[in-house]
């Protein structure tokens, strides 16, 4: 089995910055995309920003310029650095990644909230 446990979440300030991480163990065979998304209060989940192990990143419109996905190979980790954040990124953030032989796997998940 592979386990993700994320960090890094909290409450920030509008306009602050928060780096979210998302370290795997387990029977990892190797990931072939990683990536974040989030669920606010009575919204469906919805993507955030993947990672393919190509380096083919894809972000969601409401993040793009804003947002940052990278990983660390060699700590099997997916980090998410958010910059310039609103109220309207408050959500519960999961990462998702896909291994060779456990498929999809969620983690889960780490609140963020930005308030003032």
């Known amino acids: 089995q592979v386990h993700l446990v994320e960090s890094g979440g909290g409450l920030v300030q509008p306009e602050g910055s928060l780096r979210l991480s998302c370290a795997a163990s387990g029977r990892i065979s190797g990931f072939d995309y990683m990536g974040w998304y989030r669920q606010a209060p009575g919204k469906q989940r919805e993507l955030v920003a993947t990672?393919?192990?190509?380096?083919?990143?894809n972000y969601a419109d409401s993040v793009l310029g804003r947002f940052t996905i990278s990983r660390d190979n060699a700590e099997n980790t997916v980090y998410l650095q958010m910059s310039s954040l609103k109220p309207e990124d408050t959500a519960v953030y999961y990462c998702n990644v896909y291994d060779r032989v456990a498929g999809f796997v969620w983690g889960q998940g780490t609140q963020v909230s930005v308030s003032s």
């Open positions: 990672l393919s192990s190509g380096g083919h990143t």
